[in-house]
């Protein structure tokens, strides 16, 4: 099999003056509470100017791109970072303020990280008040096999900010040992969403959306191999390393109104 990396030209920010592909037939809004029903994990990381997607892998734990909480981490300050679980059009299952965050250590902040920094582009986020399992159920996380030729995204986006759309379909271009390349509808916001694998009897997280390429003439998503990066991001928020945060993150219900539609930022090669 090729391997990705050779291919990746190029891994660019979404230009701002583009528009998401609202009306991809692939793709489905999530309106009604029955639409979400199983998917009530996926949820919108609120953050000052911006949003992206993620995924509950535990009842206080979100996985999302590192990219996504970068900026928080550069600050040392959680204010204003909040997960809303299964938000649609105002309403959401349940959410909470972020207490702590990480990023993978070996992710690379600079101004140039290269394509390589996509296996590592992979944060956590700690709740202050852990989402009720009954309620929204947090997923597995596993690797995505050789076998396995299609998958599913969940996420919000530049476009369709206000409620979670699903491709309940779309298919693996490439992989190598670290990445995988998909035809998925990614676009701002779209950053952190998981990428499941739906065979089974209920998805499993196999990686997490970070940047969007030109690959052979095509648009293409681009997320890392999972579960090791994953597991060397839980080893680093146990011991410690490079983590924000802290008791003076209050927990309190969250209301949801006028935000803006613009989504984080890509990673840049």
Not at 149 to 167: F, P, T
Not at 251 to 263: E, F, L, Q
Request: glycine share 10%; net charge positive; aromatic share 6%.
């Amino acid at each position: 099999m090729k391997l990705i990396l050779p291919f990746l030209l190029s891994v660019w920010l979404v230009p701002h003056i583009a528009h998401a592909q609202d009306s991809a037939a692939g793709l489905k809004r999530l309106t009604l509470r029955s639409d979400l029903l199983g998917f009530e994990a996926v949820g919108r990381l609120d953050m000052p100017g911006g949003f992206c997607s993620g995924a509950l892998i535990a009842s206080d734990l979100v996985l999302t791109a590192a990219h996504c909480i970068e900026d928080a981490v550069a600050k040392g300050s959680l204010e204003g970072l909040k997960f809303f679980a299964g938000l649609r059009d105002g309403e959401f299952v349940e959410a909470s303020a972020a207490k702590l965050a990480v990023m993978h250590p070996s992710y690379d902040t600079g101004p140039n990280p290269g394509v390589r920094n996509i296996r590592y582009d992979i944060g956590l986020v700690v709740l202050e008040a852990p989402i009720s399992t009954g309620t929204a159920a947090p997923f597995a996380v596993e690797a995505l096999s050789q076998s396995e030729h299609e998958i599913s995204v969940v996420s919000y986006a530049r476009g369709r900010a206000d409620a979670l759309s699903r491709e309940a379909r779309c298919s693996v271009m490439d992989r190598d040992r670290d990445l995988i390349a998909f035809d998925c509808d990614i676009w701002f916001g779209s950053s952190g969403a998981p990428v499941f694998n739906t065979s089974g009897r209920r998805p499993r997280i196999v990686s997490v959306v970070s940047a969007v390429t030109n690959y052979q003439g095509q648009k293409a998503g681009l997320g890392m191999m999972l579960p090791t990066r994953l597991a060397e991001v839980k080893q680093a928020l146990r011991a410690g390393r490079g983590v924000v945060g802290g008791a003076e993150v209050k927990s309190r219900r969250i209301g949801v109104g006028g935000r803006s539609d613009a989504g984080a930022r890509f990673v840049k090669p």
